[in-house]
């Protein structure tokens, strides 16, 4: 495998539309998004994301004819439509100036919105009661449709901004008390600071995005069966671009618990209904998280070197079953000179790494595909720990010589492309 030190050296600086709108798990970095589609996407190409998240890869594809995202999530959905949202930069100007005086005019709110099913606090009393201001005030506004995503994107990200979520790292952790009782951050202010950076793109980049852009909220599972497939009147497509989840989103990256409190707030808004999810049924609908019925036709050992006997061989088999659907479906939605390019890292699973680099190869070569190139780079954007505790807070066994394991320090690059036109052809028939 090719080492590089950063594929995108000449790009570092330069963003993609919008691009910190949002945090949101195991974003693409922008230097890589572009240098991506510098190399791979031609001019009036057409780009399928299956795994779009907060839409890094489709907003780098500017010259793209269609871009295409799909994504199980209903935040990744908002900030993916918000990105390329045409929202005109005098609306949102107009918006920030109604601010200050709605937050001392607008009324107490009757009922408070908020996640009322969870177990522990994430927002104290008067932040809540902010927040449902804020829901009462944007309502009584006529926004555009446009403008409607942008609010809901930059208020979606005020959500997290003032809960007791940490601010390093995507999992959900609770500040301590004592943390909690100091904290006293003001909705309105974190809103104005999120609208204004919004703005100030909005006004320094325009709308530079040539051709069309379609964003599904949906399971990219449903490739694989071709009838039901979301996309597949866009299709056939010219490239792939994409950056899987690296393991289920029960036991590794969880994007329900986070996504689902920003959503809790953020449905409450006109037009936003249909987004209010639980964090359970974002992280069932991952993969991994309800399997459709498919027979491995890969050894977990070969990618996995955990016991058969391990709890966590079941989910990482699961995981691998659905990866495998998609990957199926999405040969049958490339144009016989299609290119497939995925961004994976080897996450670690019950100690063990998951070589979901190879898995890919072998899914697309299976089908036709050949390996174009295979390149790992740094991630220098990281901001998790280097070491963790693999034995949690199991204290019996946490002090024991192999607890503690690397975290993932480099992403992968994987490039592929069909063997011969022949080959595609033979499948299609
Ligand atoms: C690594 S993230 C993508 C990050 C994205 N490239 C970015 O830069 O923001 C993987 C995404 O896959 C989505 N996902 C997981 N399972 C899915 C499924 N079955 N169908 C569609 N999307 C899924 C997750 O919700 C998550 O947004």
Not at 127 to 134: A, G, N
Not at 231 to 248: I, M
Not at 383 to 410: H, Y
Request: proline share 6%.
């Amino acid at each position: 495998m090719r080492r590089s030190s950063d594929p995108g050296d000449s790009l570092v600086g330069l963003g993609t539309r919008l691009s910190r709108i949002h945090p949101y798990p195991a974003m693409v970095p922008d230097e890589l998004a572009m240098s991506l589609v510098n190399k791979f996407v031609p001019p009036d190409a057409s780009v399928l994301d299956p795994f779009c998240g907060s839409g890094r890869l489709l907003a780098a594809a500017t010259e793209a004819s269609l871009r295409v995202g799909i994504d199980t999530n209903p935040l990744a959905w908002l900030l993916t439509q918000a990105k390329f949202a045409k929202a005109d930069p005098q609306g949102v100007r107009a918006i920030i100036a109604e601010m200050a005086p709605a937050k001392l005019r607008s009324p107490k709110p009757g009922s408070l919105v908020g996640p009322t099913e969870r177990k522990v606090q994430w927002f104290s009393k008067p932040v809540i009661e902010e927040l449902s201001r804020i829901v009462l005030w944007l309502n009584s506004l006529d926004l555009s449709k446009n403008e409607s995503l942008l609010v809901a994107a930059a208020l979606s990200a005020t959500v997290r901004d003032v809960s007791f979520a940490r601010e390093q790292g995507w999992k959900l952790h609770r500040l301590d008390a004592a943390s909690r009782r100091k904290f006293r951050p003001c909705p309105w202010d974190r809103l104005e600071k999120r609208l204004t950076y919004c703005l100030n793109e909005l006004s320094k980049q325009g709308s530079r995005f040539g051709g069309r852009t379609v964003v599904k909220l949906g399971d990219s599972r449903g490739l694989a069966r071709c009838e039901k497939s979301p996309v597949a009147k866009y299709g056939p497509f010219d490239v792939v671009l994409t950056s899987p989840p690296y393991g289920d989103s029960r036991s590794t990256v969880q994007y329900g618990a986070a996504s689902s409190l920003c959503l809790s707030i953020v449905s409450h808004l006109k037009g936003f209904d249909h987004l209010r999810s639980t964090g359970g049924s974002i992280d069932s609908s991952c993969l991994g998280g309800t399997t459709i019925d498919r027979e491995p036709w890969f050894s977990l050992k070969s990618y996995w070197s955990g016991s058969d006997h391990s709890p966590h061989a079941a989910s990482v088999s699961k995981f691998l079953c659905d990866y495998d659907a998609v990957c199926d479906g999405l040969v049958d939605h490339l144009s016989p000179t299609g290119k497939a390019i995925f961004v994976v890292a080897r996450r670690s699973t019950g100690g063990y790494r998951l070589k979901l680099d190879e898995f890919t190869a072998d899914c697309f070569s299976r089908r036709g595909f050949t390996l174009l190139s295979k390149e790992e780079r740094p991630l220098s954007h990281k901001r998790t720990p280097r070491l963790i505790n693999r034995f949690g807070r199991d204290a019996t066994r946490q002090n024991s010589a192999s607890a503690l394991v690397p975290t993932m320090n480099s992403e992968i690059v994987v490039v592929m492309a069909r063997t011969s036109v022949r080959g595609a052809k033979r499948r299609s028939a």
